[in-house]
């Protein structure tokens, strides 16, 4: 009992540690060095989910590519720094940025006021909508169709938060299964277990180019958003450079031109 | 909002959370435990075929990722045939209690192996029956040294519970990763570290009621 009673305390004690450097930037310092501290290193490191396409994932080599990948080097380039991309665990996400492992989180983030909290935003610089998904030959056509039927999305995504937004359409359906990623919403829609899956339009877009045939979404959408990049509370010279840059992108066609590689027409917000 | 006030906030979801954890855990070892027990005796059979397929049987359940049965069953079964479609959560006990039996049965094997030869030829000896030996003699005593063995096999399976996640089923685990990517806070992981030691805690005692009610020779 001793001996458990010893361990239990350096259990919580481990954990308190733990806890310490996670609480969100608390104690911020006297003076914001957070733009000094990248230009003194020469880049700053975007820490994103690398199985997001067409946001951030790794192509047939293993490389990270994507929309917000060409998008940040464009920024980088434009301060003049370098960028490194860090593949981290969507859910660890926090801890990630708390710890300075990553610098910003820049992977199709949407801004919500929970978020806001935890992290300051840049200025939303992508619109994305909310679809419905259904296999092609289901006979579905818009949100009433779905009366009593399961859907599906990903766990804690903005595509759940936009279902639970719709009050009408969250009432009227059987019910919400979350996955743990996209795809295996999409697989759980084959085999039979859930009739729609709601998704970001970029994510349909990329699998419904990948395999036309099996999918579909209705006309119907269930609410637009805005993507930002997420920096830690204290980064706010970081944050208005980075801004100037991203402004600078926008402004000159560079992100126009990197949206038309990646989704056939300009998404960037103006 | 402190740290304090958002677990209280989350504690209902943290505690379904947990529900669900301890729902597929005593499951799988409600199912388990007697079963492994049983085919451990097929393994030790004289009956040449039946002790080699059950030795395939373990070499592929302990040689496979549980994740990747776990994917198998829920996501790969209704592509071969989509009347093998089942519900999350009997997907979940399928394949659980298939790969924890697996382990149980080399965990009995070694127990049942580890009783001298000398011991059976006496009952032998005595006239006892195959049967007799097994359940008179050898497997009292078997039982009682995987105790431990056994034990640790149950801790970790309480751990094992969270690879639930990814056929979406929300154990405590998932519950919190979920909250922390919502809310971009990580204080939850805190909570549900508390509680998976509480469970295992409980488990370890348990453990422990069991081995001194089987230690009477001592």
């Given at each position: 009992m001793k001996r458990f009673l010893a361990l239990l305390l350096t259990a919580v004690m481990a954990l308190a540690l733990f806890a310490g450097c996670s609480?969100?930037?608390?104690?911020?310092?006297?003076?914001?060095t957070s733009l000094d501290d990248i230009m003194a290193k020469g880049h700053f490191i975007v820490g994103l989910?690398?199985?997001?396409?067409?946001m951030g994932y790794r192509d047939e080599n293993g490389n990270i590519v994507g929309f917000d990948i060409d998008l940040a080097k464009a920024v980088a380039a434009q301060m003049g720094i370098e960028v490194k991309f860090q593949p981290v665990v969507w859910e660890n996400i926090a801890l990630e940025i708390a710890n300075g492992n990553v610098d910003v989180i820049w992977n199709g983030c949407t801004i919500t006021d929970a978020r806001k909290e935890t992290f300051d935003f840049s200025d939303p610089y992508m619109e994305n909508a909310q679809v419905v998904i259904v296999l092609?030959?289901?006979?579905?056509?818009?949100?009433?169709?779905?009366?009593g039927k399961q859907v599906g999305t990903q766990d804690g995504s903005s595509s759940q938060i936009a279902i639970e937004n719709n009050a009408e359409f969250s009432s009227s359906i059987a019910g919400i299964t979350g996955y743990p990623t996209y795809d295996k919403a999409l697989l759980d829609l084959v085999a039979g277990r859930v009739d729609a899956v709601v998704a970001d339009a970029t994510v349909f877009g990329y699998y419904y180019g990948i395999d036309p045939t099996t999918y579909r979404k209705l006309d119907e959408e269930l609410g637009a958003e805005e993507f930002g990049i997420a920096f830690a509370k204290d980064a706010d010279a970081f944050r208005a450079a980075l801004q100037e840059a991203l402004d600078e992108v926008i402004a000159n066609g560079t992100a126009a031109q990197i949206s038309e590689s990646w989704f056939g027409y300009d998404v960037t917000a103006n | 909002m402190n740290m304090i006030e958002y677990i209280i906030k989350l504690m209902p979801a943290l505690l379904e959370g947990t529900g669900m954890t301890l729902a597929i855990f005593s499951i799988t070892l409600v199912i388990s435990l007697p079963l492994g027990l049983l085919v451990s005796l097929l393994r030790v059979s004289k009956n040449r075929v039946v002790a080699k397929a059950v030795e395939i049987y373990c070499w592929v359940m302990r040689g496979t990722p549980l994740l990747l049965q776990l994917m198998f069953v829920y996501y790969g079964l209704p592509a071969i045939s989509p009347s093998l479609t089942m519900p999350a959560f009997t997907c979940a006990i399928i394949a659980f209690s298939l790969n924890y039996t697996a382990y149980f049965v080399e965990i009995f094997r070694g127990g049942i192996e580890s009783i001298e030869q000398g011991q059976l030829e006496a009952a032998d000896v005595l006239g006892l029956s195959r049967y007799q030996t097994m359940r008179r003699i050898i497997l009292p005593q078997a039982i009682k040294r995987v105790l431990p063995s056994l034990g640790n096999e149950v801790i970790t399976l309480v751990k094992d519970t969270a690879l639930v996640y990814t056929i979406a089923i929300h154990e405590l685990l998932r519950v919190t990763q979920i909250a922390a990517t919502r809310d971009f806070r990580s204080d939850a992981f805190i909570a549900a570290g508390v509680i998976y030691l509480l469970l295992t805690f409980v488990c370890t005692r348990l453990q422990k009621r069991v081995e001194n009610k089987f230690a009477y020779y001592r």
């Amino acid at each position: 009992m001793k001996r458990f009673l010893a361990l239990l305390l350096t259990a919580v004690m481990a954990l308190a540690l733990f806890a310490g450097c996670s609480s969100p930037a608390s104690q911020s310092s006297a003076e914001d060095t957070s733009l000094d501290d990248i230009m003194a290193k020469g880049h700053f490191i975007v820490g994103l989910d690398d199985s997001f396409p067409p946001m951030g994932y790794r192509d047939e080599n293993g490389n990270i590519v994507g929309f917000d990948i060409d998008l940040a080097k464009a920024v980088a380039a434009q301060m003049g720094i370098e960028v490194k991309f860090q593949p981290v665990v969507w859910e660890n996400i926090a801890l990630e940025i708390a710890n300075g492992n990553v610098d910003v989180i820049w992977n199709g983030c949407t801004i919500t006021d929970a978020r806001k909290e935890t992290f300051d935003f840049s200025d939303p610089y992508m619109e994305n909508a909310q679809v419905v998904i259904v296999l092609t030959d289901a006979p579905y056509q818009t949100l009433a169709d779905l009366v009593g039927k399961q859907v599906g999305t990903q766990d804690g995504s903005s595509s759940q938060i936009a279902i639970e937004n719709n009050a009408e359409f969250s009432s009227s359906i059987a019910g919400i299964t979350g996955y743990p990623t996209y795809d295996k919403a999409l697989l759980d829609l084959v085999a039979g277990r859930v009739d729609a899956v709601v998704a970001d339009a970029t994510v349909f877009g990329y699998y419904y180019g990948i395999d036309p045939t099996t999918y579909r979404k209705l006309d119907e959408e269930l609410g637009a958003e805005e993507f930002g990049i997420a920096f830690a509370k204290d980064a706010d010279a970081f944050r208005a450079a980075l801004q100037e840059a991203l402004d600078e992108v926008i402004a000159n066609g560079t992100a126009a031109q990197i949206s038309e590689s990646w989704f056939g027409y300009d998404v960037t917000a103006n | 909002m402190n740290m304090i006030e958002y677990i209280i906030k989350l504690m209902p979801a943290l505690l379904e959370g947990t529900g669900m954890t301890l729902a597929i855990f005593s499951i799988t070892l409600v199912i388990s435990l007697p079963l492994g027990l049983l085919v451990s005796l097929l393994r030790v059979s004289k009956n040449r075929v039946v002790a080699k397929a059950v030795e395939i049987y373990c070499w592929v359940m302990r040689g496979t990722p549980l994740l990747l049965q776990l994917m198998f069953v829920y996501y790969g079964l209704p592509a071969i045939s989509p009347s093998l479609t089942m519900p999350a959560f009997t997907c979940a006990i399928i394949a659980f209690s298939l790969n924890y039996t697996a382990y149980f049965v080399e965990i009995f094997r070694g127990g049942i192996e580890s009783i001298e030869q000398g011991q059976l030829e006496a009952a032998d000896v005595l006239g006892l029956s195959r049967y007799q030996t097994m359940r008179r003699i050898i497997l009292p005593q078997a039982i009682k040294r995987v105790l431990p063995s056994l034990g640790n096999e149950v801790i970790t399976l309480v751990k094992d519970t969270a690879l639930v996640y990814t056929i979406a089923i929300h154990e405590l685990l998932r519950v919190t990763q979920i909250a922390a990517t919502r809310d971009f806070r990580s204080d939850a992981f805190i909570a549900a570290g508390v509680i998976y030691l509480l469970l295992t805690f409980v488990c370890t005692r348990l453990q422990k009621r069991v081995e001194n009610k089987f230690a009477y020779y001592r």
